[in-house]
């Protein structure tokens, strides 16, 4: 269960420290490993360090991977930490998809986008919170409580990927996987000054 600590009713957060992952974009931190300056394991180190300290503070994230292992073999973002919603699943966690009424039943595999991810090369650190089933347009489940926007604590991170927008916005990870039908990746972009991307429909793979 998340415990939440109730955050100031305004001000910021940022999660950038003089650590590994630095303040560079996903951009930077390629360019990074691939002159090995960096090696996948001090950032997912890093990362994962950045989310426990955030946790408490904007309640992005809805369960954790045990012990992250870095993929450094192949693939673009080989050594890229990250999170997946909690709407697909993640062999080793459940998936509550934001309701109480989803059993706590841990997912035998990863669905097909967290596999071409993680065939990509990205490691996932956890799973990042969402509204029940992704219905509203703020991320406020009754099952861990709201996700809190690290521009303004005391406003919404926007849904239905509110807890992947916040834990980018600040800094914990350079990016998350989100997914949206009516507006789950661009509403949350907006309330967290990113850049969403939703890619064309068919151009990745949907769950069977």
Not at 97 to 108: C, D, F, I, T, Y
Not at 144 to 164: D, E, I, K, R
Request: aromatic share 4%; hydrophobic share 40%; glycine share 12%.
């Amino acid at each position: 269960m998340t415990v939440l600590h109730d955050p100031p009713a305004s001000g910021t957060y940022s999660a950038i420290t003089d650590d590994a992952l630095g303040s560079h974009d996903l951009v930077g931190l390629v360019d990074l490993l691939a002159k090995r300056e960096v090696n996948p394991s001090e950032l997912v180190a890093a990362a994962r360090a950045r989310a426990a300290d955030s946790q408490p503070i904007l309640n992005a994230v809805t369960s954790w991977v045990d012990q992250p292992t870095p993929r450094d073999d192949a693939g673009p973002l080989a050594g890229i930490p990250t999170f997946l919603k909690d709407n697909e699943q993640l062999a080793g966690l459940p998936t509550r998809e934001g309701s109480r009424a989803v059993p706590a039943q841990v997912a035998e595999r990863t669905s097909r986008i967290g596999s071409l991810f993680e065939q990509l090369g990205a490691t996932f650190l956890g799973k990042s919170s969402m509204p029940e089933f992704g219905l509203t347009a703020t991320t406020e489940p009754l099952l861990s409580g709201p996700t809190h926007n690290p521009w303004a604590l005391g406003h919404s991170a926007g849904g239905s990927s509110g807890g992947a927008a916040a834990l980018v916005a600040a800094g914990v990870v350079p990016w998350a996987h989100a997914n949206d039908g009516g507006g789950s990746i661009r509403i949350p972009a907006a309330c967290c000054g990113l850049v969403g991307l939703k890619p064309s429909r068919g151009r990745l793979p949907n769950s069977p």
